[in-house]
């Protein structure tokens, strides 16, 4: 697909001399729809493309994109990319090539989600909304019941012979639930993403919300102090996605990362395994290459407590004389960085209930707010209003609210002692099993 | 950017199929960033965003969607997908429309893009120095200047045609300083909606000394305790505590559903006395100040709350039909990408006639959140949970001690009640505020205020 425009690119950048270079294609449809009071309260389609350059001109690079498709964009697009470059101070030697393509088959793209009348999608958003409503009385909304679909068409191109494309799309459909008891709300929410219409279970994810929300229903406070903290996998998972970036390469070499000098360290307790896996067949991260063309790869970050090895570019593997992870992002509007692609610990062999029975008196918490404020992933401090249970050995005891939970992200990992077998991922492509760290502080 | 009669053509198509209401914003824009990081220029790189988007509304509903294909057949073909998605009798028979101009309050004498990316570049590095000489514990500044040209058009079947142009200009900064491991951060964005004129207005050693003291400030302080603490919060930024904790709860958005703390509160007494607060888009240059909102309509300064009393929320186009309440020209968007939907522009608390001093003096252990972080807040509950950057201890009536990793926490409802002082020293933020349209310029604010008791969550010591 694009061939066309991307003989127009090549015809360009060969009359304005620019003679290393790369295209990146990212073209998006997708569909969403919300339901409120059984109404189609939302719908938005899009069709939307985008086209980004960078050129390589001697060691500076520069780059600009464009939204509109026609020659005279594209030459000023070329045009620009080549006045940015000129300003760009810092001189890094780039070396653009061909790379081979993975070995493994990996299935991204369903044909049959594109088969689906809008009429079923319409009907399986109005279910998110009454599965819970009435699945109990104190469900007294479902603010958010949403379905939504894409497909996304990605294509690279560089002036020493790469031409890669590929083609995946995906479904996730979303509940979030209000349930009344005496003198509190509550929320409970639940997403699931699907390849495939037909495995989606409305039931499963409009009752689950619910029941997560009226688990809550009643919360106590608690009293401030240390205690042994059981994350839910989907609250671990969120740690993970919130201080990923110090996994990067990057941010190492840019001084802005807590790993920085700790390779082949013992940084986590050795029960502790992180990997990054863009291959990894139940992730809606996987994919062929990354931003740069390069193959992906299934790469271990922490192995055993031991910090084994960053995320990489072509770029920043360079820079630390080793290969590329596969693990360059780009965007059409963003320079190549570097990102995970589908990021987890690995399961543990130990039973949820284990962790109960590990640690009578613990706090197991099922909700985190404020990601975004109460998490410093350059100190790896972070603090953090919470909601969850009080816990003994045999589970959950009765809920709580109303307080926080601090700690360092390094220091936890150090005390994560014991891991579930309930590994699953997060709609962003992070990971990880239930959690049983030893002790964090707690405020109420 | 699209013929008038086309636009006509497409708006009839896409509300053919019995929709009330059918609008289309298009939009041209031009963005430039430059960043500068190791002391060099790292990166510079240039976009044209260019697209529109067509939302019909039958009834309550609302269906949108977006292109960046700007030629007839593509628009049509978008019309026809958004007619497709609910059917019945043809309400709208015909459109049209008439051009109106928009008077611009927002004057640009220097435009970013004419500026030389060599006086842009010269700006950062000094930033940079100023930082890094301030102190030797700096050991990463990380500064980007950014510039947006937005030009928009926006069509509806009510006949309403108007173009308008906006421009942003922002430095984003933040300086790292480090000692044994720990590292803390120190930020600034100022930014505004005019041209190249506001960067020139800047002092560069005056913000690379901020962020560099901030963040040793931060490297040297200890961990904030935990508990219930009276809190004085800092004036400009300190106003994200008002956005995120009731402003997001006077959109319609939320209130509309009734899933917001303050539906059906109007006229009724929501805060203490001594809080009136403000969303105003009438601001000239104010980062979050618009000529028309993104549906077209003149903005406005809406008084939200009185003296304590609940006055006004912030109303779009949708949310208005769905409570029968008149647009208060808050319909805000992203991009062409985005439906919009009420969102805030310069909300602020105003001035009161406390004084600084006085609070400090009124509390025995406290803490003092001089500079707030980002925030955010759970709609529906309205708990939010917002970092200081830059905090420190009151004790016996004296700022004493630096503290850091505090976090307050509370209920957006709660916490207004117990603001029980207002300072008179109000000033203004800017901030990108993101939500269901995307993420907009908006600003916050507020004098320093006084909160008898707010959770603050941090570390014992050590």
Redesign the interface.
Known sequence: MFDKEFQKLFDLANKKNIDKFDFILSSNKSLSIKV?RQ????????????L?VRVINGKK?????????DEE?FA??LE??L???R????EEEIKLQDFEDIEKKIKIYYPELEEIP?KDKKNLAMQLESIPLSYDKRVI?V?YAIYGDSIRFIKIANSEGLNKEYKTNGAYSFAYC?ARGENM???GNYMDNSHKFSEINSKKIGETAAQRALDLLGAKNIE?GKYPVIFHHDEAATMLQTFASIFSAKKVQ???S?LRGKLEQEIANNKVNIIDDALYEKGFGTRPFDGEGYPSQRTELIKHGVLNSYIHNTITAKKAATKSTGNASRSY???VGVSSSNMFFLKGNKKKQDLYKMAPKSIEIVSL??????C?P??G?F???AEGFVCDKDGRKYPIQ?F?I??NFLSMLQKVTAIADDLELNSNNFGSPSLLVEEL?I?G | MIKKSLIEKVLLKAASTGADFAEIYAENSMNSKIQLLDSKIKKSINGYDYGAGIRVIFGTKAIFAYTNDLSEKSLLNVAETVSKADEGEEVISGVNLKKEEVDNIHKVEVIPSGVEKAEKVEFLHKINKSARENSNLIAQVNITYSEIEKNILIANTEGLFKEDSRNYVRISSNAIAAKGGEMQTGVYRPGSHQGYEFIRSLDPDEIGNKISEQAVTMLNANYAPSGKFPVVIGNAFGGVIFHEACGHALETTSVAKGSSVFANKLGKQIASKCVTAIDDGTIPNQWGSTNIDDEGNPTQKTVLIKDGILKSYMIDKLGGIKMGLESTGSGRRQSYQFAPTSRMRNTYIAAGNDKIDDMIASIDRGIYAKKMGGGSVQPGTGDFNFAVQEGYLIENGKITKPVRGASLIGNGADIIQKISMVADDLKLAEGMCGSMSGSIPAGVGQPHIKVDEIVVGGRKEQ
């Open positions: 409120f109404e189609i309260e939302n719908f938005t389609s899009s069709d939307q493309i985008g980004g690079v520069g780059y600009a994109y464009t939204e509109k498709f964009s000023g697009m620009e990319a006045e940015n470059s300003i760009i101070e810092d809008i909304a603010p209000l709300n509550k929320s401030s840019e001084g802005q807590l509007k963003g320079s707010a404020g990601m975004h404020s109460g410093n350059i100190s401090d603090s953090l209003s109303n926080t601090s700690g502080d405020s």
